[in-house]
């Protein structure tokens, strides 16, 4: 579930921009206790109760933006990449369960004879639940012959697929960092904009304005987000003039994670073991953190983001690299030490544009003057992208993919499925590719137009590219100048 509310979106954008624009005039340090009054200059209120309340959620805001956690309180999750503002969350209903107007008010009193924590009490025209009281066990709901008690349940952790949030004895949220997979999708499910992720924005900013070599690393799910006539060139030029030194596709390290993955995949093929992708960060999350017994079935190959920065790196190892793409849990990615020489930062489609504002540059039309990937990377977006691309490199290989057994989950209730059935070994499968958003990282939770609407747009823009083949394209580059596994 997502939610598009214009004023939650306003708020956000905004903030993101001011943030982006101090620091580009390097004044952001000076100012930045600043913005919450320019915000919301007051007298009246524009969206809470009162202006107090607005401007201490832009202030955390800006925190967010500026990469540390919202409150300057300590606070277990406090290195979350995913956090909740909690002035923004004091508005959500505090009980689950609710009396709706339904209620009879019968004789038989079935809800409060069923609760057994004496939660409930006869008010003058319906049954009242005390939260303070209530253990959230379901039994008046169950119990009520009218109906009459609904089943509130907050849209953040409804929509979270590992029931990694709960509330706290004052009803607001509570990430838990160990069971979190930074997917992002409560995030977009708030309708009180109370979740949030911390951003590279002042980051990266201050390394341009250093004169540190900063380069952008563009997703492939980018490609038709913004019309059929916006372009990877066009994409380039503006990433130049917001202060870039080069834009890579990286639908480029798709073809590298793909000519890697094939390798595995053959070699487990044979060894009679079985195989997942790695270059989806939520869905390798949610096996380290909820299925840790199959953490060997991963692929050691990287992700196509990490392959980039890597071979942007062995050129040049004082480089900055900076992925951007509808994905939030790239940045956690981006976050584990483990995987040297990947990104150092990651932006959101929501993000970049905020720093394209800043510097009032725009995307312009511009016909594509160089191809980095296969269609095959550029298409390693897509749901089924990533198979597409391995089958065709296995058989660039001269190997013979017709007898594997690939299994493809998108969405988080497809792969918690998959991987269970792996867990208790009866999945009829080979290898599995899982993609924790719907339809592949093209419906990350940071898109800028949902698959539906920018499909065609996409496909358009993909067709015109050549049809070299996946190593056909590697061909063009050092590939051993750096590594493609995580553990050699």
């Given at each position: 579930?997502?939610?598009?509310?214009?004023?939650?979106?306003?708020?956000?954008?905004?903030?993101?921009?001011?943030?982006?624009?101090?620091?580009?005039?390097?004044?952001?340090?000076e100012?930045?206790?600043e913005?919450?009054?320019?915000?919301?200059?007051?007298p009246?209120?524009?969206?809470?109760c009162?202006?107090?309340?607005?401007?201490?959620?832009?202030r955390?805001?800006?925190?967010?933006?500026?990469?540390?956690?919202?409150?300057?309180?300590?606070?277990?999750?406090?290195?979350?990449?995913?956090q909740?503002?909690?002035?923004?969350?004091?508005?959500?209903p505090?009980?689950?369960?609710?009396?709706?107007?339904?209620?009879?008010?019968?004789?038989?009193?079935?809800?409060?004879?069923?609760?057994?924590?004496?939660?409930?009490?006869?008010?003058?025209?319906?049954?009242?639940?005390?939260?303070?009281?209530?253990?959230?066990?379901?039994?008046?709901?169950?119990?009520?012959?009218?109906?009459?008690?609904?089943?509130?349940?907050?849209?953040?952790?409804?929509?979270?697929?590992v029931?990694?949030i709960?509330?706290?004895?004052?009803?607001?949220?509570?990430?838990?960092?160990d069971?979190?997979?930074n997917?992002?999708?409560?995030?977009?499910?708030?309708?009180?904009?109370?979740?949030?992720?911390?951003?590279?924005?002042?980051?990266?900013?201050?390394?341009?304005?250093?004169?540190k070599?900063?380069?952008?690393?563009v997703?492939?799910a980018?490609?038709?987000?913004?019309?059929?006539d916006?372009?990877?060139?066009?994409?380039?030029?503006?990433?130049?003039?917001?202060?870039?030194?080069?834009?890579?596709?990286v639908?480029l390290?798709?073809?590298?994670?793909?000519a890697?993955?094939a390798?595995?995949?053959?070699?487990?093929?044979?060894?009679?073991?079985?195989?997942?992708?790695?270059?989806?960060?939520?869905f390798?999350?949610?096996?380290?953190?909820?299925?840790?017994?199959?953490?060997?079935?991963?692929?050691t190959?990287?992700?196509?983001m990490?392959?980039?920065?890597?071979?942007?790196?062995?050129?040049?190892?004082?480089?900055?690299?900076?992925?951007?793409?509808p994905?939030?849990?790239?940045?956690?990615?981006?976050?584990?030490k483990?995987?040297?020489?990947?990104?150092?930062?990651?932006?959101?489609?929501?993000?970049?544009?905020?720093?394209?504002?800043?510097?009032?540059?725009?995307?312009?039309?511009?016909?594509?003057?160089?191809?980095?990937?296969?269609?095959f990377?550029k298409?390693?977006?897509?749901?089924?992208?990533?198979?597409?691309?391995?089958?065709?490199?296995?058989?660039?290989?001269?190997?013979?993919?017709?007898?594997?057994?690939?299994?493809?989950?998108?969405?988080a209730?497809?792969c918690?499925?998959?991987?269970?059935?792996?867990?208790?070994?009866?999945?009829?499968?080979?290898?599995?590719?899982?993609?924790m958003?719907?339809g592949?990282c093209?419906?990350?939770?940071?898109?800028?137009?949902?698959?539906?609407?920018?499909?065609?747009d996409?496909?358009?823009?993909?067709n015109?590219?050549?049809?070299?083949?996946?190593?056909?394209?590697?061909?063009?580059?050092?590939?051993?100048?750096?590594?493609?596994?995580?553990?050699?």
């Amino acid at each position: 579930m997502l939610t598009n509310d214009a004023n939650i979106l306003k708020i956000k954008h905004e903030v993101l921009y001011q943030v982006a624009k101090l620091a580009y005039e390097g004044r952001f340090d000076e100012e930045k206790e600043e913005i919450a009054y320019r915000l919301i200059p007051g007298p009246k209120p524009q969206f809470r109760c009162c202006i107090y309340k607005e401007r201490e959620i832009v202030r955390q805001r800006v925190r967010l933006a500026e990469g540390k956690c919202p409150t300057e309180t300590s606070h277990s999750g406090e290195h979350n990449i995913i956090q909740v503002i909690e002035s923004a969350c004091a508005d959500c209903p505090l009980s689950h369960y609710i009396v709706t107007d339904n209620c009879r008010k019968c004789m038989a009193k079935a809800c409060q004879q069923s609760c057994k924590f004496g939660a409930i009490s006869m008010g003058r025209d319906r049954a009242y639940i005390d939260p303070n009281k209530c253990k959230e066990c379901g039994m008046c709901a169950k119990n009520c012959p009218y109906n009459a008690i609904a089943d509130l349940i907050r849209p953040c952790k409804k929509t979270c697929p590992v029931n990694a949030i709960t509330m706290d004895e004052d009803g607001i949220c509570v990430i838990d960092e160990d069971k979190c997979i930074n997917c992002g999708q409560c995030i977009h499910a708030c309708p009180f904009g109370a979740i949030g992720s911390k951003t590279d924005i002042v980051s990266i900013i201050k390394d341009m304005l250093a004169g540190k070599k900063v380069i952008a690393m563009v997703a492939p799910a980018l490609e038709g987000q913004f019309g059929n006539d916006i372009s990877m060139s066009s994409i380039r030029t503006a990433c130049l003039k917001i202060g870039f030194a080069d834009m890579v596709e990286v639908g480029l390290g798709g073809d590298m994670t793909a000519a890697y993955e094939a390798e595995e995949w053959v070699e487990a093929y044979k060894e009679g073991k079985k195989k997942t992708t790695s270059c989806c960060p939520a869905f390798v999350n949610m096996i380290k953190k909820h299925f840790p017994e199959l953490n060997d079935y991963i692929s050691t190959t990287v992700s196509p983001m990490c392959a980039v920065s890597r071979m942007l790196k062995a050129k040049d190892p004082e480089t900055k690299t900076v992925f951007i793409g509808p994905c939030i849990a790239k940045k956690s990615e981006a976050q584990d030490k483990s995987l040297e020489g990947n990104a150092d930062y990651v932006l959101t489609i929501g993000e970049v544009r905020a720093m394209l504002r800043a510097k009032e540059v725009k995307l312009e039309p511009e016909e594509n003057q160089t191809q980095q990937a296969s269609v095959f990377g550029k298409r390693f977006g897509n749901g089924g992208g990533v198979t597409a691309a391995v089958v065709r490199s296995m058989e660039e290989m001269g190997e013979d993919p017709s007898g594997l057994k690939i299994e493809k989950c998108s969405g988080a209730a497809e792969c918690k499925k998959i991987l269970t059935l792996l867990k208790v070994g009866k999945l009829d499968a080979d290898f599995v590719e899982g993609m924790m958003c719907e339809g592949g990282c093209v419906g990350g939770p940071s898109r800028h137009r949902s698959e539906m609407q920018f499909k065609k747009d996409r496909d358009q823009l993909i067709n015109e590219a050549d049809g070299r083949g996946v190593h056909e394209n590697l061909m063009e580059y050092d590939m051993e100048s750096f590594k493609m596994h995580r553990d050699k």
